[in-house]
């Protein structure tokens, strides 16, 4: 079982995660497949490792001890694959494909520590979740993160960053908005074909509210053209002007002071980025390494 550490790594992600589902998204693999590798390892140690609860997940003392073990080994792992990678002798440029609010506000921190795991020049490409898809599929790109869940065959997909939806306005907000308190705004939207117009459209349904019900003053398709339009809107307009965005797009504001957010009563608009990379890569050396040191980033 050590020569075959997959198994390995699905058990402490199953753990980690406290989920079955949760550690599938996480891996990329099916849930039928998490349970298999788990069910493999008991088969093998012929003893229980975890117990399901309707809590989450309960380790056995048998586990605890695996437990401990997986974590030397996971460690051990990731220091040979550092070194590993210092001896493949190969020049080229990590091409890096992401979708609007990653490409602009998340992934730009962390490109130079990407290109130091990897020892080359890291590229990135920035446009629609479905763009950047198209452009993994025909092989321009390494590896691509995406806000959208644009599902192919061929790719593997794993959970990232948890992303939450707020409104957000140069104007301070009520901590949580009502249905017919969003009728007092007016509107900076985004364009129908986003998957941000989308998600929320669906929230607003939901409510008993819908965009065309809204005073839009206009439909914008870049989140950082909509955050400089709330910023420069007059901060003392009796109708104050917002919008909504990730809150990865606007953190920075929010901490200094210049934008101000809310919450929907009762609904909290959130959704997943996920990395995705061709199957046929999925032992690669340098898609291992980047895909891994991202999601180390996860509670970003």
Known sequence: MLKDFAKLETFLMVIKEKSFSKASA??????????Q?????????????????????LLTKEGEDLFRIANKLEK????GEKEIL???????????????????????????????????????????SCEIIDQLEDKKIDVALIE???????????????????VFSNQPLKKHL???????????????NSHTRRLTSEVFEEMGVQCNNFSVL?????????????????????????????????AAELAEGKLF???LKNYKIERHFYIAYLKDRKHDAFVDNVVNYLLSLNKI
């Open 76 to 79: 051990a792992i990731a220091s």
């Open 26 to 35: 996480k891996l990329g693999i099916s849930q039928p497949a998490v349970t």
């Open 261 to 263: 957010e809310a919450r």
């Open 218 to 250: 206009g439909v914008l398709g870049s989140p950082t053209a909509i955050k400089e339009s709330i910023l420069h809107a007059d901060p003392h307009s009796e109708r104050p002007v917002v919008s909504i965005m990730s809150r990865h797009v606007i």
């Open 37 to 57: 590798q788990i069910k493999y390892i008991e088969d093998y140690l012929d003893t229980r490792i975890v117990e399901r609860k309707k809590n989450g997940i």
């Open 86 to 128: 210092k001896i493949i002798n190969k020049d080229f440029t990590f091409i890096m494909g992401s979708s609007n609010a990653i490409g602009n506000y998340v992934l730009p921190n962390y490109l130079g520590e990407i290109k130091k795991r990897i020892n080359n020049n890291v590229y990135m490409n920035v446009g629609l």
């Open 178 to 192: 009502t249905a017919d308190e969003l009728l007092d705004f007016d509107w900076i939207c985004r364009d129908e």
């Open 148 to 166: 959208s869940p644009v599902f192919r065959d061929g790719i593997v997909y794993r959970e990232w960053v948890l992303d939450e939806l707020v």
